[in-house]
Nanobody
Framework: QVQVVESGGGLVRPGGSLKLSCLVS????????FGWFRQAPGKERQLVAA????????NYADSVKGRFTIWKEDHKNTVYLQMDNLKPEDTAVYYC???????????????WGQGTQVTVSS
């Protein structure tokens, strides 16, 4: 069974940085596409960044382009999200999700973590 566990959230001041980690177990990691999502109170969950199983196709939400970076390390079964120049509007619960793991050319998340809280406030 695929398990997804996020870590690295916390409280940071505007302009600061955080690095989120997503450890995936019970999966053939290299077959999966991955994404980071976020959900702020009263808002819908949105895709922040996604990386293809091959590592060479990356998408970012317009609101985070130039500030956030997603990558994965296959030998560690881990996906990362580096968040720089954080803004109060980045405050949300951040979720990592894996798809079905069939080397897909599209991203359809199947397996979700419990989320990690990111709060940006002075």
């Amino acid at each position: 069974q695929v398990q997804v566990v996020e870590s690295g959230g916390g409280l940071v001041r505007p302009g600061g940085s955080l690095k989120l980690s997503c450890l995936v177990s019970g999966a053939r990691f290299v077959r999966h596409n991955f994404g980071w999502f976020r959900q702020a109170p009263g808002k819908e969950r949105q895709l922040v960044a996604a990386v293809r199983w091959s590592g060479n196709a990356i998408n970012y939400a317009d609101s985070v382009k130039g500030r956030f970076t997603i990558w994965k390390e296959d030998h560690k079964n881990t996906v990362y999200l580096q968040m720089d120049n954080l803004k109060p509007e980045d405050t949300a619960v951040y979720y990592c999700a894996a798809d079905g793991g069939d080397y897909s050319h599209t991203y359809d998340p199947n397996y979700w973590g419990q989320g990690t809280q990111v709060t940006v406030s002075s």
